[in-house]
């Protein structure tokens, strides 16, 4: 009876783990760190920017600030100006993964 309600019980904090990490699904390191006014440090997207790439890794639905950021420019549309602006991440270009539409 005790390794059935531990097992139980397992199984569910393994499902809330699951499930919390799909909610905490956000933009990409690269797009927050430029909205905090940053180079992202992760060692991977380092290394591909510097080949003007974006990172296989983190980006892999790279969004039109990603793709700038990899170039070593601004994005060029006027919301996500405006959001770097406020120190913010333009959600319309930028939504949280839990968001995005099929393709």
């Known amino acids: 009876m005790k390794l059935t309600k531990t097992l139980t019980g397992l199984a569910f904090a393994v499902a809330l783990m699951v499930g919390a990490s799909a909610v905490l ?5 690269c797009v927050k760190a430029k909205a905090a ?3 992202c440090s992760h060692k991977c997207c380092v290394e591909a920017h510097k ?6 890794k983190c980006q892999k ?3 039109c ?5 990899a170039q ?3 994005c060029t549309h006027k919301c996500c100006a405006e959001a770097t602006k ?4 333009c959600e319309k270009c930028n939504p949280k993964k839990e968001e995005k539409k099929d393709k």
Not at 86 to 89: G, L, T
């Open 25 to 29: 699904a956000d933009q990409s390191c």
């Open 37 to 39: 006014g940053k180079d």
């Open 51 to 56: 080949d003007h790439k974006t990172c296989e």
């Open 61 to 63: 639905d790279a969004t």
């Open 65 to 69: 600030c990603d793709k700038a950021i």
């Open 72 to 74: 070593g420019k601004e």
């Open 86 to 89: 406020e120190h913010k991440v």
